[in-house]
Nanobody, 121 residues
Framework: QVQLVESGGGLVQAGGSLRLSCAASGRTFSNYGMGWFRQAPGKEREFVAAIGWIGSPYYADSVKGRFTISRDNAKNTVYLQMNSLKPEDTAVYYC???????????????WGQGTQVTVSS
């Protein structure tokens, strides 16, 4: 089992920044690929960013150039730095850990409870 706890969400104006953190406990964190997904009201959960166990990141086109995912295996933590935020980034953001294909929800075995990000215009 892997337990994931997100933090760092909040309310920010358009153009602002937030950094989300996801602290993991349980099984060996460094073995897992880590991802961030988001879900806006009335919409399906969508992929935002992922980072493999060797640290290779990749992003959804909608956030490329604005968001940066990173991981600190010594601290069992993954981060999502979000810059130049837009109102359409408003959603609940979820952290996930998995061993599958990291661009899809099906690639993940463990999920956090989510943290709300609200971007005002």
């Amino acid at each position: 089992q892997v337990q994931l706890v997100e933090s760092g969400g909040g309310l920010v104006q358009a153009g602002g920044s937030l950094r989300l953190s996801c602290a993991a406990s349980g099984r060996t964190f460094s073995n897992y690929g880590m991802g961030w997904f988001r879900q806006a009201p009335g919409k399906e959960r969508e992929f935002v960013a992922a980072i493999g166990w060797i640290g290779s990141p990749y992003y959804a086109d909608s956030v490329k150039g604005r968001f940066t995912i990173s991981r600190d295996n010594a601290k069992n933590t993954v981060y999502l730095q979000m810059n130049s935020l837009k109102p359409e980034d408003t959603a609940v953001y979820y952290c996930a850990a998995g061993l599958g294909v990291l661009g899809y929800t099906s690639g993940y075995d463990y999920w956090g409870q989510g943290t709300q990000v609200t971007v005002s215009s």
